[in-house]
């Protein structure tokens, strides 16, 4: 793609933060998202285990947690967001569906084991580090093992806790993910937007105005590149960008700004970013705005846009164009990588084709879907859709687990994988796909429907 950022083709401490995600997919391409920042990598969705398994250190763990989690939240006061974010927090050991909650739920014969409840998950509810309904109740659901680094566990605490409070206090905006973020320009442009974000953060007085103000340069030039660009970035930002920025506000004691930058830099170095942007943008501009603009939570709506609030709070300032500044930031350096990573998508882009759109497939519906799957290693391939490398799929018609690839439809309403199928052990498998059948559901003629 060529544009302002682009130059002639050439061939030429990270902290990584993995992650687990659940979204529910409804059809005609409505999505409610809920993405954490877990402690393990990977997404497989647990299984029900007919012996469930109730560890006295897992349970010692779980209450010790719970006890964090109400210290933060306790401290906090609600001051943050204007409500609190205290509330029911269930643990689950994703092997055994093993729950340890901080309350009782009548007629889910859970069991007090000193100060907290134990008992076993229904098979139907998804395990992710989330916010999730279950026996009428809005709970903040996390994976266990929880993190062993204290910030990073109450951080992690604190980021669900926003979500368990987020559809009352900011419902997030319902919009198709920001897979402009795969092009070349575009990440540049957001490499570019990190750096100057982080120099904003690290400095002080002019000199932060400055590289507020060019963070902003980079970020308008490339939403203009793309419609609707602008409105994709802020849903996450407002959904996902603010739970992580909550996590940093309330989890780390001792100086946020110096875990953000970090965060700023480890992302700065990756892949992925249409899905997963929004965790190291998001604290950055929230920080960013409590020292320029201490209010703004209190104005915010689910359509703003974070980094015009920036902008007001430095006096909507004339923004520079990128080329005069964009070298302060090491163009060269990022543009040059950013090329190389654009031959190797443009060959994975080709495989994928090959593989989910040419060859034969097997198609399933999306009707009511819940997702559990990586951020960091989603793939755009329009115009037919995005590809989940990883994922976990349950819907009204079973569970489809994937370890290379299916492609999500861009219109929301279909998965595909690829066609060669066998049956054994009462599954259907593929290449890199497993398929288990709810009872009134078939698989035949290339599609999986009704019986």
């Keep these: 793609m060529a544009g302002m950022l682009a130059t002639p083709s050439s061939s030429t401490k990270t902290t990584p933060l993995p992650m687990r995600v659940q979204t529910t997919m409804h059809a005609k391409n409505r999505y409610r998202f809920s993405l954490a920042i877990g402690a393990m990598f990977g997404c497989a969705l647990a299984a029900a285990s007919p ?6 250190s897992q349970a010692q763990s779980a209450s010790s947690a719970i006890d964090e989690y109400r210290t933060l939240c306790t401290r906090d006061g609600g001051r943050l967001w204007g409500m609190s974010l205290c509330g029911p927090i269930m643990l689950v050991n994703r092997d055994t569906r093993a729950i340890y909650t901080d309350r009782d739920t009548p007629g889910h014969e859970l069991r007090r084991q000193g100060k907290i409840f134990t008992g076993s998950l229904p098979a139907d509810i998804s395990v992710a580090n989330t916010a999730t309904e279950w026996a009428g109740v809005r709970w903040t659901m996390l994976q266990l093992p929880l993190p062993p680094d204290r910030q990073q566990r109450a951080e992690l605490l604190m980021h669900e806790a926003y979500h368990r409070i987020q559809p009352h206090r900011l419902p997030p905006p319902v919009l198709p993910l920001p897979d402009h973020l795969d092009g070349y ?10 750096r100057a974000l982080a120099l904003a953060l690290q400095t002080r007085g002019q000199d932060r105005l400055v590289a ?18 602008a409105k994709r970035e802020n849903a996450l930002e407002i959904n996902e960008g603010l739970a992580e920025y909550t996590g940093k506000r309330l989890g780390d004691t001792t100086d946020p700004a110096h875990s953000t930058i970090e965060t700023l830099a480890s992302y700065d ?22 020292a320029l603009a201490p209010s703004w939570r209190m104005k915010l709506r689910s359509d703003s846009d974070l980094g015009a ?10 923004l520079p164009d990128v080329a005069s500044i964009r070298d302060r930031y090491g163009y060269a350096d990022i543009s040059k990588e950013e090329r190389t990573k654009e031959e190797a998508h443009d060959r994975q882009a080709a495989q994928w084709k090959t593989l989910l759109v040419d060859g034969p497939t097997i198609r399933l519906p999306l009707i009511h879907t819940g997702f559990q799957f990586d951020p ?27 370890s290379d690839g299916v492609l999500v439809a861009a219109d929301g309403k279909t998965a595909s994988v ?14 890199g796909w497993n398929l ?15 019986e």
């Design 269 to 290: 170095k990756r892949n992925g970013y249409m899905r997963s942007f929004a965790y190291a943008s998001g604290p950055a501009y929230g920080l960013l705005l409590d």
């Design 436 to 450: 288990k059948l709810s009872p009134g559901w078939i698989l035949r003629d290339g599609g999986v429907r009704r």
């Design 212 to 229: 507020a103000r060019d963070a902003l340069a980079f970020r308008a030039w490339r939403r203009k590149q793309v419609e609707d660009a």
């Design 185 to 194: 320009d575009e990440r540049v442009a957001m490499r570019l937007e990190w």
């Design 376 to 402: 960091r290693n989603l793939f755009a391939l329009p115009p037919s859709g995005t590809v989940y490398p990883t994922v976990v799929i349950r819907d009204e018609w079973g569970t489809l687990t994937v």
């Design 51 to 56: 012996t469930q398994q109730f560890s006295s």
């Design 309 to 318: 609030i920036l902008h007001h709070s430095i006096a909507d300032a004339a």
């Design 418 to 431: 690829p066609g060669t199928v066998s049956f054994e052990g009462g599954e259907y498998r593929g290449k």
